[in-house]
């Protein structure tokens, strides 16, 4: 097996033989595995990557080298949660020894993770789930659908206008977000950046998505970070979840929404208290 631990405090990028591609940072002994949001999968370049290595710096600090690692390229139909699941679990066997120390699990991210400890835990020791939850909610559900029907009539414009919804919600913002839409479009699902045949096929695995019958099956402890105003992962689906995994910590952001909550300064200091509580 190969180890591809990384010696090196700035970030380098690279892909792993399943087309998994990754960003990785710091030296530390521990390793930190990130899995990002969705729908849609990429390694962060430009202002996006500056901002989250702004944010692991604590994690770098307290002795992590970190790895933000995508989901595949070129999915099949029909690859859900639980296969992206085992995707990273092989990743995990193959490049990290076996195991890493912390999961760190983020909006769509966290639903993958979920299936990661719970069926396979042997390859971590803690995780991190940063706005998630067992089920997207209603609204998140019909987001993400309408997002995924424009890709899939190759309307890439369309699809940015339906992601635009995450940052501006409502009636009153709906011309911002059509005025939005392309560029948010061009950004996110351009092929060069994610196969928007993988976005879809994330899209749909979220539709079907619901943990509920594995979280008890979940062994390793668990911190629940989460906003009581995030629409996609609100606060009642998050207490269920949390009800559900028979070690788990809630940290809750009074005010805080989806977004809001995922970028917070407070996140990674709240996950290395519960890391290394006694």
């Not at 390793?31 to 999968?41: A, C, H, W």
């Not at 977000?177 to 994330?202: K, S, T």
């Amino acid at each position: 097996m190969t180890d591809v631990r990384s010696t090196l405090h700035e970030p380098r990028r690279g892909a792993f033989p399943n087309g998994m591609e990754y960003l990785t940072w710091g030296d530390g002994p521990r390793t930190l595995l990130s899995v990002l949001g969705g729908p849609g999968s990429f390694v962060p370049t430009g202002t996006m990557a500056r901002m989250l290595v702004r944010q692991a710096r604590p994690y770098v600090a307290a002795g992590y080298t970190v790895w933000i690692v995508t989901r595949r390229r070129d999915m099949p139909d029909g690859h859900g949660i639980a296969d992206m699941a085992g995707d990273y679990a092989q990743v995990v066997a193959e490049q990290f020894g076996g195991r890493v120390d912390l999961v760190v699990g983020e909006s769509y991210g966290g639903m993958v993770a979920q299936y990661l400890a719970a069926l396979h835990p042997e390859r971590l020791g803690h995780l991190a789930l940063v706005v998630s939850g067992c089920e997207v909610s209603a609204w998140g559900k019909d987001v993400d659908a309408r997002l995924g029907a424009a890709l899939a009539r190759g309307d890439v414009g369309a699809s940015g206008t339906a992601f635009a919804e995450y940052l501006l919600p409502g009636d009153r913002l709906r011309l911002p977000r059509r005025l939005l839409g392309p560029l948010i479009g061009r950004v996110l699902f351009a092929d060069e950046v994610c196969p928007p045949g993988d976005v879809l096929v994330e899209v749909e695995a979220e539709l079907a998505f619901d943990s509920r019958a594995v979280l008890p099956a979940v062994r390793v402890p668990v911190l629940m970070v989460s906003g009581s105003r995030d629409r996609f992962f609100p606060p009642d689906v998050v207490e269920e979840t949390a009800a559900l995994i028979p070690d788990c910590t809630v940290v809750r952001y009074r005010g805080k929404g989806h977004l809001g909550t995922g970028t917070d300064k407070r996140v990674a200091a709240d996950v290395l208290a519960f890391v290394d509580r006694p």
